[in-house]
């Protein structure tokens, strides 16, 4: 891979004063100089991970992103201080892009009861402080959309809590066929969804993907079809036993996730970014009917054609007794690197799943083995890791302005502020 020297865009001034009014915030706020997270100073000896990445009309910083993770914190299923705080906490400190936490498109299709929604309007309009926030700072903030089908309101808490009745969901529980993720254990089975209904949720896909951006401002969605959620669930034959047009074979195995892909592309403006995350197998090498890497390499130029710009690697979580994966860095990294190989320049293809050595990051971007890494768990507990990472890389990076060292135009606000005070 070639250097290519990609214009960021400018850090968006409010006003004239230096000390800015950012964008869509009602109050004052200072403008960083440059976009948080890029390098100080660019050239082609810059590490490949502090290196600009364009996907679709988005040009981001460096590429190493902040997966999407659920924080089960959601009050009605709608935004609480704790997801501004937390998305704000991320947004200033220089992820490539930072993609919130999987949002139902429909009621009781969320992997918690206690996930966040974004099936009407009101929702969307309280996600556009985060995402307000984000940009005031420079960062490019995005969602994931997904439903949770046969898995939908189990994860998380309730399935260990004592007095938890698995009942109170079993009317909601809806998948491909009826067959229940975990046989014989608490959740429910769920029912098979009748035709009409798989066209309401592929409609409800798309209006997510249209309040997303135009209600609250994302930059860029990613449809989730990983990790054994609706979309997974009739991706594979494991969990599809449909005899219509959506099971059976791989083409109509794949016929939701592509129509779902369709409807998304019709409802946000040409050149969004929109991500696909899936898992690229099933871990299961002895289940014949398991999705597998062959499956997926098959997949991804399709998906590609389809308009996909980044293809998100992760893997497993729709088959109960799968074989563990295995540990250590790069966890599902054979995958991603059959995928990039498959899709060649057609699309970006991401990994996940213990990134989490940025020399080891860098130099598998370098190699062009793959073009973007997500990184999940440590970002909970160090918001700051691309600063940590940029280190580690002898890279200089661009802070807000309110973060040491302080660089802002010191001298000009001093005099702006001396000047709306005479
Ligand atoms: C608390 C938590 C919540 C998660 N929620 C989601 C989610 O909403 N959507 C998703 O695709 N993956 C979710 N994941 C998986 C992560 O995005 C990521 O793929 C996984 O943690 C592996 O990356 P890591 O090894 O860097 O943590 C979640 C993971 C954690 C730890």
Known sequence: MTFESLQLPEPATGSSAPYSIAQGLPYEYPLPEGVVGSALHLSDKTPKLFQPLRIGNMVIPNRVGVSPMCQYTADKNEVTDYHKIHYGGLSTRGPGVVTCEVMAVAPNSGTSMVDLGIWNDTQAYKLKDIV??????????????GHAGRKAMTSALFDF?????????????????????????????????????????????????????????FDFVEIHAAHGYLI???????????TDQYGGSFENRIRLLLEIIDEVRANVPKGYPVFLRFSASEIHDSNPDAWNIADSVKLAPIVAERGIDLIDVSAGGNDSNADRPKKGFGMFLEYATA????????????????????????ELLEEGLIDFAFVGSPFLKNPGLVFDWAKELDTEIHHIASHWPFKPKYAEMIEYIKSTLK
């Open 161 to 217: 809590l004592e007095n938890w009745d698995p009942r109170a969901i079993e009317k909601d529980l809806v998948g491909p066929s009826a067959v229940a993720y975990r046989p014989n254990g608490r959740v429910p089975t769920p029912r098979a969804l009748t035709v009409d209904e798989i066209h309401t949720i592929i409609k409800q896909f798309g209006a997510a993907a249209k309040r997303s951006v135009e209600i609250s401002g």
């Open 339 to 362: 995928i990039k190989k498959a899709v060649g320049d057609k699309a970006l293809v991401s990994c996940v799943g213990s990134m989490h050595d940025a020399k080891g990051v860098n």
């Open 132 to 145: 307000n926030y984000a940009h005031a700072n420079t960062s490019k903030i995005g969602l994931q959309i």
């Open 232 to 242: 997974n669930e009739f991706m594979s034959a494991h969990s599809n036993k449909r």
